[in-house]
């Protein structure tokens, strides 16, 4: 069965570095998305994006974040200056015409 | 702002029984319900969904109750078995299309 895959599956950086999230969608899917749930909280939305840019983003989404699709396979989630606030599980979707699938994750850990 | 309300955090029910799992929804604009599983280090996966034309939904065990005048969604398994046991996360969407809005998420436990 075809897989979104997210790596790392954790990762431990200093408050101020950048982080680099990477998910491998699946191959035939177009839309894209990035969602984050904080310890104890809600899943959230954080972005969505559909033929090579941002289609939806949410008021999390800020300056400190960015998405790219670099090469056609890969697309990734950039932390560019990361807070304490920033830990949490991240999780990458990607959708076709049976609906969305989920990655398995990285959590990120801010210190 | 909870649009989606799941307000019980956890839930035990005994192995065999009926597993009932609650959410409510404030924004009547929504047109599309899901229920999302979630194991610990996995992603959420999906598991059953409902339109807002309809009020019943069922999928095996699972099966999904849409009471619209009340805002109200609940999800049934019956009989609840073991590797129930997962987080579930009531979620709804504008259209088929748009990002999903998730619940809280209730932990149910199935007991021995």
């Known amino acids: 069965e075809p897989e979104v895959t997210q790596t790392p599956s954790h990762q431990v950086t200093q408050m101020g570095q950048e982080v680099i999230l990477r998910c491998v969608p699946i191959s035939n899917h177009l839309y894209f998305y990035w969602y984050r749930q904080i310890l104890g909280q809600k899943v959230e939305f954080l972005v969505s994006f559909y033929n090579n840019e941002i289609s939806e983003k949410s008021e999390i989404f800020d300056d400190q974040f960015s998405v790219e699709r670099p090469d056609g396979s890969n697309f990734t989630l950039k932390i560019r200056s990361t807070k304490l606030e920033d830990s949490a599980m991240y999780f990458c979707?990607?959708?076709?015409?049976?609906?969305?699938?989920f990655g398995s994750g990285t959590r990120l850990t801010v210190v | 702002d909870q649009q989606v309300k799941q307000n019980s955090p956890s839930l035990s029910v005994q192995e065999g029984r009926i597993s009932i799992l609650n959410c409510d929804y404030t924004?009547?604009?929504?047109?599309?319900f899901l229920w999302y599983k979630k194991y610990p280090a996995e992603g959420p996966t999906f598991l059953i969904s409902?339109?807002?034309?309809?009020d019943k939904n069922e999928d095996g065990r699972f099966t999904v109750f849409l009471n619209k005048s009340a805002k109200h969604l609940s999800l049934h398994i019956v009989p609840s078995q073991p590797g129930d046991s997962a987080v579930y996360f009531c979620a709804a969407t504008y259209d088929r299309d748009d990002k999903i809005i998730f619940g809280k998420g209730t932990r149910l436990h199935i007991l021995p």
């Open positions: 924004n009547s604009m929504f047109d599309y």
């Open positions: 409902i339109s807002s034309i309809k």
């Open positions: 979707a990607s959708k076709g015409v049976y609906g969305y699938t």
